[in-house]
């Protein structure tokens, strides 16, 4: 019987702390509107130098994290860094480096919008 109360209790234990644990993430969310301008581009996103992938989608603005379109990711409350490379997919022209810096609590989520109206091409 004791064996069985001890179970319980560590089963109840664990159950509060990996649901602790899930309130400790926050999250970031990428975006662009890369469809607004004659230039057929890729963009890539690094999250504290490493390659999180390139967006498959466009979006006019960033609603909520976790839109299809967006790249989002679960990451550690805190400081965090991030470059988003754009290139042309063919040629020339539509070429730029984006870097920052976001701060994010947990539970949050932080949303990077790459809007390509404001972008200075050079």
């Known amino acids: 019987m004791k064996n069985r109360v001890f179970i319980l209790l560590m089963v109840v234990a664990l159950s509060l702390f990996s649901a602790c644990e899930k309130d400790k993430d926050a999250f970031v969310t ?13 963009v890539t996103i690094y999250l504290d130098g490493k390659n ?3 967006l498959q989608g466009y979006t006019d603005t960033i ?31 539509c070429k730029k480096d984006i870097e920052g810096t976001f701060k ?17 091409w050079e």
Request: charged residues 25%; glycine residues 10%; hydrophobic residues 30%.
């Open 52 to 54: 999180i992938g390139q």
């Open 30 to 42: 990428f975006g662009a509107n890369y469809h607004v301008i004659d230039c057929i581009s890729y």
């Open 63 to 93: 609603k909520s994290c976790g839109q299809p379109e967006n790249i989002t990711k679960s990451i550690v409350p805190g400081k965090h860094s991030y470059k988003i490379e754009i290139r042309p997919d063919m040629g020339v022209g």
């Open 104 to 120: 994010v609590k947990a539970g949050e989520c932080h949303k990077v919008f790459i809007d390509y109206f404001k972008i200075d």
